[in-house]
C-alpha cells in the first residue's frame, strides 16, 4: 500500500487529464456542474465485483464508474464482469465524481496503479460498456465517447452487430425494455409546451420517437442545437427502448448527436491514449 500512496500524485495528475477531452466534441459539460465535480484521489483495492458492475472495495465503499452504463446483453455482461474480476485484489487510484446515485453508490473514476489502466476507458474499449451519462445531466468524460466510436467500428463486443435503424420499427420491438443505441434521419421534430418530439418517420410510420422533457430540451437548445437544426439530419441517440403504440425512448441531453462527416466522432490514438492502456 505504500507504494501506492506514494504514487497518488502521479495517479491524480493522470486521472485529472481525463477531465478534459483531447478532441472538440459538441456541448463538452462544464467541469463545475455538480454532477461533474471531483474530489481528492484516495487509494483503495479492489475487493469484488458486484450485480451490473458495482465494484467493491476493501474499505467497504460501493462505486460504480462514471460515464459508463452497464451492457443488458447477459453474454457481455458476463465478458464485462470478468475483465474487472481479472483486476481483483489490485492497487487503484480512485477520484469520486459529483453525488451518489439512488442507491448511494459513490460515482468515480478509477485507475488501477500499477500500468494506470483506466477502468471505464478499458471496458468501453473492449466494447464491454456503454459510454453514458446515466442519471446525470452531463456526460462528465465526453472523450469516452471517442473510445466507444473506436470500438464500434471495429465491431468489438456490443458492436458485432451494426446499430438498428430508427426507421425499422420491428428491429427495435425486439428490443423493447434494453438500453439502445440507434442512429436514423430526423424526419421531423414537434415543440410542445411540456415536451418535444423528435420523430424518425412519417406519421403513422414503425419507427422511433424521442421524448424530451421540457427542461432537457432547454439544455438542449443552450448547446446550440434546435428544431430548425436537427430536422433532416443524421442523428444518433440512445436511452431505454420503450414501446407506447410505436417504439419509443426518453433523451438527456448528452443522449442526442448530430453525425455527419465534421462531427462524426472519430478515436485515434492520441484520444485513446490517456483513457486505455
Not at 474499449?125 to 451519462?133: C, K, N, S, V
Request: net charge positive; hydrophobic share 45%; charged share 30%.
Amino acid at each position: 500500500m505504500r507504494g501506492l500512496v506514494g504514487s497518488t500524485g502521479r495517479i491524480g495528475a493522470a486521472l485529472l487529464a481525463l477531465l478534459l477531452p483531447r478532441a472538440p466534441l459538441r456541448a463538452a459539460p462544464q467541469v463545475g456542474v455538480p454532477d461533474c465535480m471531483t474530489g481528492p484521489v484516495r487509494a483503495e483495492v479492489l475487493a469484488d465485483i458486484g450485480i451490473r458492475g458495482e465494484i467493491r472495495l476493501a474499505s467497504g465503499a460501493r462505486v460504480i464508474l462514471d460515464s459508463l452504463r452497464w451492457p443488458d446483453a447477459p453474454d457481455v455482461a458476463a465478458a464485462a464482469r470478468a475483465w474487472l474480476d481479472a483486476r481483483r485484489g489490485a492497487e487503484l487510484a480512485v477520484m469520486p465524481r459529483g453525488r451518489p446515485d439512488r442507491w448511494d453508490r459513490e460515482r468515480a473514476d478509477i485507475q488501477v496503479a500499477e500500468g494506470d489502466t483506466d477502468l471505464a476507458g478499458g471496458l468501453i474499449g473492449a466494447g464491454l460498456a456503454f459510454a453514458d451519462a446515466n442519471e446525470a445531466d452531463s456526460l462528465c468524460r465526453p472523450a469516452l465517447r471517442l473510445v466507444e466510436a473506436d470500438a464500434r467500428a471495429k465491431g468489438h463486443g456490443l458492436w458485432r452487430e451494426p446499430l438498428p435503424d430508427a426507421a425499422d420499427g420491428a428491429a427495435l420491438r425486439a428490443r423493447a425494455g434494453r438500453f439502445v443505441v440507434v442512429e436514423g434521419r430526423l424526419r421531423h421534430v414537434g415543440e410542445r409546451s411540456n415536451r418535444t418530439y423528435l420523430d424518425f418517420g412519417t406519421r403513422g410510420a414503425d419507427a422511433l420517437t424521442v421524448t424530451v422533457s421540457k427542461r432537457t430540451w432547454r439544455m438542449v437548445r443552450a448547446r446550440g442545437l434546435s428544431a430548425a437544426s436537427l430536422e433532416g439530419r443524421l442523428v444518433r441517440v440512445r436511452g431505454i427502448l420503450d414501446i407506447w403504440r410505436g417504439p419509443t425512448l426518453e433523451a438527456g441531453p448528452d443522449a442526442i448527436e448530430v453525425l455527419g462527416e465534421a462531427d462524426r466522432p472519430e478515436a485515434g490514438p492520441e484520444t485513446e491514449r490517456g483513457l486505455r492502456r
